[in-house]
């Protein structure tokens, strides 16, 4: 509750600048504020219980679990805002606006996880979704930014009237909203449950699923992330991505009684789908950003396999999101810095960039094999735990086409790698870097490598 307080409050700071015609200051305050907000849950986790006392009505749930993802989330948004400045550089006089939308978007994200009664989850995933169908169309006049926008607020629309109707199912079976009533419940009343409990917990996963981007229900995102804003592209990729699927996998410890063996076999399928969609489609994409929306799409299926073995997978998901958007944020830093000025994404703006930038080639090329899954980096062992979860699940099949998949998208990373590294420059002019973008792609990949190093940092922790 403390962290997401903090959270709100910092967003209202941001709104206050901007009367106060201070912009000046916005984003310094900002990162201050993110910082020790990030401090200050960090402070949260270590002692395992809120500063600020426990919320006796279970409106927000403080659980290592969601501590634990509440710190991704705001280490993933200082990135994003450290970017803003520069990014909206043209755009000062509403540099505000951008700004609190993502911090409100952080305290969405916080609340999915940290959500005790369906209500808060409810609000914190409209938080975020409004946020971000704010920002994918904040280029009034980009084509390609108002497709954007209106896509993913009719998809994302559809999703959350499909997830409210399924916590409104639930709720007449149980007669709760409160988390914990409603799972003891539910496991105490399993053989006798009315129907509808089935069909609720069908149509918020259903709903999720959307919001993660899995298959079938993941064709709004190719479009979405090339119309958007780039640093829109990148908080969509990374933040909102993952707090999806940390909120569906925690919706699927609570309402675990309705994983049935024919709903783990609808799961198997869609998480092999996810991923052969994924990986396939991506290897004819000329557009980076959307190179990396079905990049990020076989991800999600990587991830969902967690769902089949929630009670011992929160270790694995949480370092599966970590790997994965930490090699996102230093992939984006990198396209951001490459494709400034220009009106495309294209692979073409990459070839020779060896020659051009060595420091971005090689943070590009570190997160492109993070995200295949090479060692050192921390996406080798990402999908190595979750294999090691689905040998023990009993579901080889996924540990098959897994690496199968693992094999895919090696050849599309590094296909991307070529061109930086054999073909020749469009320009031979040196490129101009903001040092902002190029501290952000550094630090990001190397706290990769370090999860890859030391992965007990995160499979150590009691989740």
Known sequence: MSTLIAISG??????????????????????????????FAFVEFRIG?????ADKYNMVATSSFSQAFSILFILLTIFIVAMS????QDKITK??????????MLAGAVAMVAFGNFVVFFIGLEVLSIAAYVLASSEPKNIRSN???????????????????GIALIYGATGSFDSAEITTFSLSQANSLPVWFNLGFVMVTVGMMFKASIVP????????????????????????????????????????????????????VLSILTMLVGNITAIKQKNIKRMMAYSGISHAGFMMMTFLAVETSANAVLYYASAYSLAGIAAFAVILAVCQGKDNEDIENFFGLL?????????????????????????????FFVFGQMSQASHLILVFFGIVNSVIAVYYYLGVGNVMVTKEPV?????????????????????????GMFPDIIMGLHL
């Open 95 to 104: 540099i505000a606006d951008y700004v609190s939308l993502k911090v409100f």
């Open 49 to 53: 219980e809120p500063l600020m006392g």
């Open 10 to 39: 910092l967003g209202i700071i941001c709104l206050l600048l901007e009367i106060l015609n201070l912009r000046k200051i916005l984003i310094p305050v900002t990162l201050l504020g993110l910082i020790a907000i990030l401090v």
């Open 217 to 268: 229900f993941h064709f709004w995102a190719p479009d979405v992330y090339e119309g958007s804003p780039t640093l829109v592209t990148a908080t969509m990729s990374t933040l909102v991505k993952v707090a999806a699927i940390g909120a569906l996998f925690k919706l699927m410890s609570i309402l675990s009684v309705g994983i049935t063996p024919a709903y783990e076999t609808i799961l198997v």
């Open 147 to 165: 497709e954007a926008g209106m896509k993913y607020f009719i998809m994302g629309a559809f999703a959350s009237s499909f997830i409210m109707f």
């Open 355 to 383: 020659k051009r930038e060595p420091i971005l080639t090689a943070v590009l090329i570190g997160a492109l094999l993070s995200l295949s899954g090479i060692p050192i980096f921390a996406g080798f062992f990402a999908k």
């Open 427 to 451: 320009s031979t002019e040196h490129l101009p870097v903001p040092l902002v973008y190029k501290a952000v792609a550094v630090i990001a990949i190397t706290l990769n490598i370090l999860l």
């Open 85 to 88: 400045a520069k990014f909206y």
